[in-house]
């Protein structure tokens, strides 16, 4: 499975965070092999606009774990690049990935779904829900003694999370207090580029 992940990040030619600080070391392997996987990897192509829009779209698939329609939907409701990101970035599974609760997106998700995150006190299982200004993030009070957070506290220690979000390491805690939009941070994927794939098809 490990290698199935890797690959996908070779053929995408970006790191992608799919194994969390992995991915911030010299172990990554777009650093290690940073060439395209299989016997023609190396082999240089040009690629065509639909071809890099298709790549793109690719990339926000397997940063969020999206299917092509829930893909198809997020483009369907919103044309704005800036308001997609933002839509992106307020998920809560995203959200408890920036708050320093998991160390990559994909482990967000897991933790999500697996029901060890509260919002506003209440457990939501759906990481595409999106967080609001004035929600409060933070893990069960039952989850905080699994393995799963072990060493939190000191890892939270090291966070820097966005303005929009204010965390609180010693209670677990995080609260959404702005939008996002203010963010400037960038993904490792282009959404404008993705809009014109929608748009053609």
Same mark, same amino acid.
């Given at each position: ?69 829930? /893909? ?5 409701? $919103?044309?704005? %690049? !800036?308001?997609?990101?933002?839509? +992106?970035? #307020? ?39 999106? /967080? ?5 993030? $933070?893990?069960? %009070? !039952?989850?905080?003694?699994?393995? +799963?957070? #072990? ?39 282009? /959404? ?10």
């Amino acid at each position: 499975m490990r290698r199935i992940k890797e690959k996908k990040e070779r053929a995408l030619g970006v790191k992608l965070f799919l194994k969390a600080e992995r991915c911030s070391s010299q172990k990554c392997v777009t650093v290690r092999r940073p060439g395209k996987p299989g016997q023609h990897g190396n082999r240089r192509s040009q690629v065509t606009e639909y071809g890099k829009q298709l790549q793109e779209k690719q990339k926000i698939q397997i940063f969020f774990g999206l299917n092509n329609k829930q /893909v198809r939907v997020l483009f369907g409701k $919103e044309d704005d %690049p !800036e308001k997609i990101k933002a839509a +992106l970035r #307020e998920r809560l599974d995203f959200v408890t990935y920036l708050l320093g609760f998991a160390k990559s997106p994909r482990i967000a998700r897991q933790m999500v779904s697996h029901g060890h995150i509260l919002v506003n006190g209440r457990k939501v299982t759906v990481g595409s829900f999106r /967080v609001k200004k004035n929600d409060v993030i $933070e893990i069960r %009070p !039952e989850s905080r003694n699994s393995k +799963l957070f #072990e060493g939190i506290k000191d890892h939270l220690s090291h966070v820097s999370s966005p303005t929009w979000l204010k965390l609180d390491p010693n209670n677990l805690k995080g609260q959404c207090v702005a939008s996002s939009t203010s963010d400037t941070s960038e993904f490792p994927f282009d /959404v404008a580029l993705v809009g014109q794939f929608y748009s053609r098809n």
